[in-house]
């Protein structure tokens, strides 16, 4: 009795049309608005925990606060970030989380053994969002009381912070010089933070894009 | 009158247009405010007083002016000296029965010795039984406007703002330190009230008018400052976290700016003062200022016969302009020569009250229709007081400066004292750049603090610039001698808002309340809508003379924010809910549940039947999402350590793929969450809470591991909402899961009851089936990735349609869960309830090494049950009727419990309780008395078990 799995679904309902990428229904929606959201729940997700100044800590390459592209996983582009003291979130193009957290077992192994360390999929505990354009700090203001100035959270930066009153993680990764954030919650919170966003961006001319391989 | 063009006039005349006054069309041009264009049309009276109903023009023609709050359209309390004027507007003025001109509320005047200071103290207090009346009655004279229902409710998001530097007040040394701080790299906010920069600038002569235009040019020329007009600065808090209110966006609403500033610049002018002698409210006495706003800034002839009593070059310039207006100025008393006045006399009534004549304190009595005065000058001290400050008084400027002030506040232009323009430009200059040092000081410092700043090469954080500079050399500003007048040889009114005469100032002091802050309070003086800008100083003064105490030794009161009135739609903002729902809410919604809202979360209540519900889950198959219930994820070699301390009973010995219920308490004992734990892995547990305790519970544990065992190898993961979760139910709940599980042998044999497994659920891997239950049948709790959420639950209800299943929802639960003895943390506990009190004694390990409450919990176990209260199950002789929940168990005339739960049993066909007693009546067929709500007593009897239903827990064990 082997069933097909069926279709994984975001806790953001999609902005028709709705289709299906790598076994997410996500929004084919597309927009050129100078200011666009888009739901990224589909990308692997994966929650990494070690010493903050450990051997894993610079086998990671990313110190607490900031971001980077640059760990080499198997299958390519990987968006690490320092979320908390000793915390990470490594983001992954979707499906990829079991390959994902297999990799980083294997590194904690090799490069942190004494370490105790540990890796759990989120792939589906936490709600993802991206927002880009130039405006986009702008409507950070307006929902979060951070500091969001290039001096204090410049390409790059992660923190945690209060987003719509939802406990929120922020990634700046600017996209070909144009300011763009990630932002997560607890997926419960999707919908809601997603609706807060589009709501307070109405008068910036907010759009709504679509998800897009790979994503990240 | 409308006059000529005027150079600097910010009226456009190529806009003209009308707008209804009490009905009556007004011709305005844009630029007007409401005030200029009723006064250019000839109007002279614009309201009537709030206590006495006295008829009142302008005094100040600026913001603050007190005889312009009108009703604009459905908007109440609009300055109208401040609000431009907009075609089609429909204005009124406020509080006035049956118009503005004949007012019967001026009958107050005739009892005015019976409304004095703190009449209503001495009057509407008895009797008791009439304060409905007094309320209607005092409700009818109440001076303000109305709202109506029907408003439509625009929100506004509010924004939050970092300035370097924030500068509150826009005239030129505002600007003047705008731009000097800009200019020396940091980023500034400039705050202006009225509609344009340039503060006094703007109604001055030729120099003035040409100094006006270099600095606004400035403004506009210097990159890095915000700029915002027609906004205020309401407030200034710890650290410099100001409340910046734009006014005027569309619709008449407000925005809020939340603004962290770094350095926070003072530069709000200073405000003209008032005259207190008689008659000083009678329409047709203003300020100097006031006039010369009236002719320069709007082109209005503000009267044809003026008579002046200057003591400062503001008075000096005033005259000039009444000159160069065509006004015949027909007395000039100057106070700095000792003249002064004795009273005005006026003529007319209701709106057409206004100044006849000045008595002159010469004895000469001079015919005009305008007294203007310029008798002194008040420091808005407001944000300086918010900031700590307590300013000084001068009595050589007679006026209020600024003491002592905080290392992020600095001030400068009036309030900071005197000179010529060049130097006072010079001094905001200095001001500004310093501003901007401290700033940037401030910003390297938070810079190095926070680890979200740019990398130098990867290696590390970014060296940052070291610190530098000396502080900016800030010139002293020369303060002007100027007299001290406050009040001629006649009372007058000292608070216009309030109707406070300066009489009754006196009066108040000699009652007793003889210090600033009681007097305000007992004559309600600066407690109007101008908050003391305009009166304070005269109130001080009044005082001050009734206790023979100097003013420095009289002091001001406190100046809290707001500092100028805020809409509540600006503080409320966008409403910000929070709410939260599982991958299923699509599903309830379509199939008819009803909502429940359980703190952020919504769930399903019922689908229309709860009794019905039950009765299939008893019988059948029954599913309910329990996603909301709290799931942390814990892993590491210490996790057992971590469990035996915060959990009443043994863990170190749970086995892989076993399950146990677990009882949390806090040091004192009481019982505060529970859950089951699953053990997935050798180092890997699950822990589930209650669903309100999720969050409490996981602070819970890292505090532990935080502050008390940070030497423990444990990570926690919250995965509450990771995993969509729904508990199967009923009889046939094996048989269902039979059809759609993988990996897992679900035999009873293999997988007993309180066991846990993983498997593949519909064809979806990385699931965790536990076989536990709340409702005490057979049953299978599912956490399934939540994505794939509503795919398994749509399967379950597919492939269960010939099992009968059905949803069910929390109240079915609930009953379910009742029936079955299963006591809800919160609900048959409450804050004071120790563990043995809830029927846990099989749960409480004393023999353990320690735990989190055990000292508390041995002494209660020492009392042997004779203390405290214990929780049983309880059910009424008459099964028909179910006891409200906390009705009262009494024994004789006290109360000797509660009812925690109760309901109607489907299963049973008869009402079932749970309920915390007295430990006496606690033994299994007491029989107890209920008190319902309303008084009515019933008998009932203590129950064997907890459980109602099959209490040996057998059907759940198949």
Redesign the interface.
């Known amino acids: 009795m082997s069933e097909y799995p069926g279709v994984a679904r975001s806790p953001i309902a999609p902005a028709p049309p709705v289709r299906v990428e790598a076994g997410w229904e996500v929004s084919g929606s597309r927009s050129d608005a100078p200011l666009t959201i888009t739901d990224c729940t589909p990308l692997a997700k994966v929650h990494l925990r070690a010493p903050w100044n450990g051997a894993m800590a610079k086998a990671l390459g990313v110190p607490f606060g900031r971001a980077g592209r640059d760990l080499e996983g198997p299958d390519g582009v990987w968006l690490v970030a320092g979320s908390g003291p000793g915390e990470w979130f490594v983001f992954a193009p979707p499906g990829t989380a079991g390959l994902a957290g297999g990799w980083l077992g294997t590194l904690a192994a090799d490069s942190a053994p004494e370490e105790f360390v540990s890796v759990v999929d989120l792939t589906h505990g936490r709600a993802l969002m991206r927002i880009t354009g130039p405006d986009a700090a702008e409507l950070l203001a307006r929902l979060c009381g951070a500091d969001l100035h290039d001096d204090m959270a410049p390409d790059g930066a992660a923190l945690r912070s209060a987003v719509a009153g939802v406990a929120t993680d922020i990634i700046r990764d600017d996209r070909a010089g144009v300011p763009s954030y990630l932002l997560h919650c607890e997926r419960s919170s999707g919908q809601y933070l997603f609706g807060a966003l589009v709501s307070a961006g109405e008068s910036l001319g907010i759009g709504v894009d679509g998800f897009r391989l790979p994503g990240i | 009158m409308r006059l000529g063009p005027q150079p600097g006039e910010e009226i456009d005349r190529e806009q003209a247009f009308t707008f209804r006054w009490n009905g009556a069309a007004v011709p305005a041009y844009a630029g007007d405010t409401i005030a200029s264009a009723l006064a250019a049309s000839g109007r002279r009276v614009f309201s009537r007083s709030y206590k006495y109903h006295r008829p009142r023009g302008l005094l100040t023609a600026s913001y603050h002016d007190p005889g312009c709050f009108f009703q604009v359209g459905d908007e109440p309390n609009v300055r109208g000296a401040h609000r431009l004027a907009e075609p089609d507007m429909d204005v009124r003025s406020q509080n006035t029965w049956p118009s503005l001109g004949f007012d019967a509320k001026a009958v107050n005047q005739l009892a005015g010795r019976f409304l004095g200071p703190g009449f209503y103290y001495k009057t509407f207090i008895r009797p008791q039984r009439l304060w409905p009346l007094y309320e209607r009655v005092l409700q009818r004279f109440v001076h303000a406007g109305q709202v109506s229902a029907d408003t439509p409710r625009i929100a506004v ?6 300035p370097d530097v924030l500068v509150a007040g826009g005239g030129p040394a505002g600007m003047a330190a705008a731009v000097a701080a800009a200019r020396a790299g940091t ?1 500034v906010m400039l705050v202006e009230e009225e509609h344009r920069l340039g503060g006094h600038l703007r109604w001055g002569a030729a120099a003035d008018l040409a100094a006006l235009a270099e600095l606004r040019a400035l403004v506009a020329a210097t990159p890095g400052i915000e700029v915002h007009t027609n906004a205020v600065v309401a407030g200034r808090y710890d650290g410099n976290w100001t409340a910046v209110v734009l006014r005027g966006l569309p619709g008449g609403t407000e925005q809020l700016i ?1 603004a ?1 500033a770094k350095v926070l610049v003072v530069a709000p002018g200073l405000i003209e003062r008032p005259y207190v002698f008689g008659g000083n409210d009678v329409p047709g006495v203003m300020l100097a200022t006031a006039v010369r706003r009236l002719i320069r800034l709007h082109a209005v002839k503000p009267g044809q016969r003026a008579v002046v009593l200057t003591a400062n070059a503001g008075g000096d310039a005033a005259i000039a302009d009444l000159r160069e207006a065509g006004v015949e100025v027909a007395r000039v008393l100057d106070a700095r020569a000792g003249e002064d006045i004795v009273r005005v006399h006026g003529h007319g009534a209701g709106q057409h009250r206004g100044v006849r004549g000045v008595q002159a304190a010469d004895g000469a009595t001079i015919e005009c229709d305008l007294l203007v005065t310029a008798t002194g000058w008040t420091a808005p001290a407001a944000l300086l007081s918010m900031a700590g400050d307590q300013p000084a008084y001068d009595p050589r400027a007679a006026r209020f400066f600024p003491r002592q002030l905080p290392e992020n506040v600095l001030a400068t232009g009036g309030i900071a004292g005197d000179g010529s323009h060049e130097e006072l430009i010079a001094h905001a200059e200095a001001v500004g750049r310093e501003a901007a040092r401290r700033a940037a000081r401030l ?1 390297r410092e ?2 190095a603090a ?6 130098a090469n ?1 290696n ?2 970014a060296r940052l610039p070291a610190d530098d500079g000396e502080p900016e050399a800030i010139p002293e500003l020369p303060v002007d001698a100027h007299p001290e007048l406050f009040r001629a040889s006649t009372h007058g009114i000292v608070d216009f808002c309030e109707d406070v005469s300066s009489k009754d100032i006196i009066s108040a002091v000699k009652e007793g309340y003889d210090s600033i802050e009681l007097a305000k309070r007992y004559t309600t003086a600066t407690m109007g809508p101008t908050q003391g800008k305009i009166e304070l100083v005269n109130a001080i003064a009044a005082a001050a003379e009734a206790t023979g105490r100097s003013i420095a030794e009289t002091g001001t009161t406190t100046w809290r924010p707001p500092y100028a009135p805020v809409t509540l739609g600006a503080l409320a903002g ?1 409403p ?8 299923m809410q ?1 599903w309830h919604e379509a199939h008819g549940a009803r909502p429940l809202i359980a703190g ?2 919504i769930r399903p209540d019922h689908y229309g039947d709860p009794a019905a519900e039950v009765r299939n889950v008893r019988s059948r198959v029954g599913i309910i999402d329990v ?2 219930i709290g799931k942390l ?1 814990l ?3 210490d996790v057992p350590r971590l469990l035996n301390l915060v959990y009443v009973n043994k863990w170190s010995k749970l086995g892989i793929g076993r399950v146990r219920y677990g009882v949390m308490c806090t040091e004192d004992g009481v019982v505060f969450d529970d859950g089951v734990t699953g053990r997935l892995g050798p180092e890997h547990y699950l822990m589930s809470t209650t669903s309100s305790g999720a969050a409490t519970v996981w602070e819970w544990l890292e505090n532990v591991l935080q502050t008390m065992h940070q030497d423990w ?1 444990v ?1 926690i ?7 969509a979760s729904m508990n199967v139910a009923g009889p046939a709940s094996r048989d269902l899961l039979l059809r ?1 599980t ?1 990996g897992v042998d679900l035999a009873n044999e293999a997988f007993g009851y309180m066991e846990v497994r993983t498997g ?1 659920i ?5 699931c965790v089936l536990w076989r536990i239950g709340f409702t005490g049948e057979l049953s299978y709790e599912l956490h399934v ?8 639950w749509e ?1 379950l209800m597919d492939r269960g349609a010939d099992l009968g299943i059905e949803p069910f929802g929390v109240e079915a639960q609930r009953i379910l869960r009742l029936e079955k003895g299963h006591l809800i943390v919160g609900q048959d506990t409450d804050g004071l309830t120790r563990g043995f009190s809830a029927g846990l004694d099989w749960a409480i390990k004393l023999d353990k090494d320690d735990f989190l409450g055990k000292p508390e919990l041995a002494w209660q176990h020492e009392q042997n049950g004779t203390s405290g209260a214990r929780l049983v199950g309880l059910q009424p002789d008459d099964g028909s009727l179910v006891p409200p929940e906390a009705s009262q168990i009494v024994d004789g005339p006290r109360i000797a419990g509660r009812v925690t739960s109760s309901r109607m049993s489907p299963t049973l066909g008869r009402s079932i309780c749970l309920a915390q007693v007295e430990a006496a009546l606690a033994a299994p067929g007491t029989q107890v008395i209920v008190r319902l709500p309303g008084g009515r007593l019933i008998g009932a009897r203590v129950t064997d078990h907890l459980a109602h239903v099959d209490p040996e827990g057998s059907r759940m064990r198949v």
């Open positions: 998001d509010k924004r939050y703002a970092h980023r939340k962290r910003r938070w810079q926070v680890p979200t700043r740019a990398p990867g590390g954080h966008r910000l809910e929070p709410v939260r729902y599982s991958s699509p952020a979360w996603t909301p994820d892993r590491g070699p190898a990570h993961t919250p995965v509450t909402t990771a995993y759609v993988e593949r519909a064809g979806v891997d990385g990735p939540a994505g794939y959420g509503l795919h398994v399967t």
